[in-house]
């Protein structure tokens, strides 16, 4: 609304003419400037800026909303509270369902941990048909690293659903339902989502896979930590997607070895107040997630993957309405398969640290 013309505000034609006049055209123009420097600009009385500030004011800002109208909104709308279930049953009782549809999600941890493993499978029940509880349609996969198989995602479903894929032809039309984009750059990539929003639009598309964001990003802005500004755009087309096509969006992220000079920016992670990045060891992990803290604040789920003492964790590190849980797990014929439906309850910054003991 900041960008939208004055001329289509319904402003005296008088008044409208002066703003035109001295080239203020948008909302964001004339709010940008304070009644005074627009009463010398525009050489008008200051009853007369006022009344033209509050009414430009007016249009442009969105109407405040109750608590109960949203709540009246949700309700008169519930597929607007859809999830995609994971099959992990102590996992979608924690995310009160499953990868929430409209929002993104995001999953952290280092190579070969599981996060492909996560996302063939999260694949897989997306093109599931809807009589076997799957979403049945199609799903958008950016295979980055080129690590996404065909074969391993049909050797899920024979395994964890072996009544279906024994139907004559079922495997083949499931398998034609995942398009797999591998863009070569972000270049690439930024060219590719228009075309992947005319898709999700068009084709029946239920799931967004971005594997790996950070890998796509990787080579983009040379040695050291990622610089996260130039990523806002990215991520805020990627969110209105999930927003407006209402389905769950799946990234995947890197992590990397946390540097001196950001203890400042993850103090979730120190101990006690005299703990400093002087003392390492003091620290509860030395890994983070690699696109960094701006891009955390971006996602609304994120699902931490790691390891410690050789054993598998996912945990929900950030969610609005679940706790901060976490599951010990294998990776089987069938996918990530938990130990145990019973969570282990996070406490404090064991939820955002990130171990990697013991990966094999």
């Not at 068009?202 to 996260?228: F, N, W």
Request: glycine share 8%.
């Amino acid at each position: 609304m900041a960008n939208k013309p004055i001329s289509e505000m319904g402003l005296p034609k008088s008044i409208a003419n002066v703003f035109a006049a001295r080239n203020i055209i948008t909302a964001k123009d004339a709010l940008s400037l304070s009644e005074f420097e627009l009463m010398e600009l525009l050489d008008v009385g200051f009853e007369e800026v006022m009344l033209a500030v509050a009414h430009i004011s007016e249009i442009t800002c969105p109407p405040y909303h109750t608590a109960m109208s949203l709540l009246e909104q949700r309700n008169q709308n519930e597929y607007l509270a859809g999830h995609l279930p994971t099959r992990l049953k102590g996992l979608d009782a924690a995310l009160c369902g499953g990868i929430p549809f409209g929002v993104v999600t995001e999953l952290v941890g280092p190579a070969g941990i599981g996060k492909t493993q996560f996302c063939l499978k999260l694949a897989l029940l997306a093109s599931l048909p809807t009589s076997y509880g799957g979403l049945g349609g199609r799903v958008i996969y950016v295979d980055v690293e080129s690590k996404f198989s065909s074969r391993r995602m049909i050797e899920m479903g024979f395994s964890s659903f072996p009544e279906i894929f024994h139907t004559e032809g079922l495997a083949q039309e499931m398998a034609g339902r995942v398009l797999v984009l591998r863009p070569a750059s972000l270049l690439s990539f930024v060219d590719s989502l228009q075309q992947i929003r005319v898709s999700l639009l068009q084709h029946h598309v239920k799931l967004l896979i971005i594997d790996s964001m950070a890998a796509l990003t990787s080579g983009e802005y040379g040695q050291g930590p990622p610089r996260h500004h130039p990523l806002g755009w990215h991520i805020s087309f990627i969110k209105s997607l999930a927003e407006c096509c209402r389905i769950p969006v799946v990234v995947t992220n890197q992590v990397r070895s946390q540097g001196r000079d950001e203890a400042s920016r993850y103090i979730f992670q120190v101990q006690s107040r005299t703990d400093t990045m002087e003392d390492p060891s003091k620290f509860d992990s030395h890994f983070v997630a690699a696109l960094g803290i701006h891009w955390a604040h971006a996602v609304s789920i994120r699902l931490v993957l790691e390891s410690r003492s050789g054993q598998r964790l996912i945990k929900i590190a950030k969610s609005s309405i679940s706790p901060s849980v976490g599951f010990f797990f294998n990776i089987t014929s069938s996918g990530i398969s938990l130990l145990s439906d019973e969570g282990v309850e996070m406490m404090g910054p064991e939820a955002n640290t990130i171990h990697c003991q013991g990966l094999i």
